[in-house]
């Protein structure tokens, strides 16, 4: 079994910042991409940044230049780190995680999400 926890949101003042963390735990074999969506309720999750096992990341343009996505293999843990916050960064962040249990088992899973509050 596979859990992604997820940690560090929280409410922070418009132009502040928050650095959000997921460590992947269980039964892993390989992880491949890991990466941050966001979504509000009501509305399609979006994606928010993505990182291979190699170091490329890939950034919705709403976000570029302010968050920045990393991640620590050695750990099986991925971060996200928010500067300049906007209001309508307000959302459900969700930790996801491509990776393998086995030589021949991949597959999608998905932190619980954790809130994110810009507001003054």
């Known amino acids: 079994q596979v859990q992604l926890v997820e940690s560090g949101g929280g409410l922070v003042q418009p132009g502040g910042s928050l650095r959000l963390s997921c460590a992947a735990s269980?039964?892993?074999?390989?992880?491949?991409?890991m990466g941050w969506y966001r979504q509000t309720p009501g509305k399609q999750r979006e994606l928010v940044a993505t990182?291979?096992?190699?170091?490329?990341?890939n950034y919705v343009a709403a976000v570029k230049g302010r968050f920045t996505i990393s991640r620590d293999n050695a750990n099986n843990t991925v971060y996200l780190s928010m500067n300049s916050l906007k209001p309508e960064d307000t959302r459900v962040y969700y930790c996801?995680?491509?990776?393998?249990?086995?030589?021949?088992?991949?597959?999608?899973?998905w932190g619980q999400g954790t809130q994110v509050t810009v507001s003054s």
């Open positions: 269980g039964s892993i074999f390989s992880i491949n991409a």
């Open positions: 996801y995680a491509d990776l393998s249990t086995s030589s021949w088992r991949r597959g999608d899973y």
């Open positions: 990182i291979t096992s190699g170091g490329r990341t």
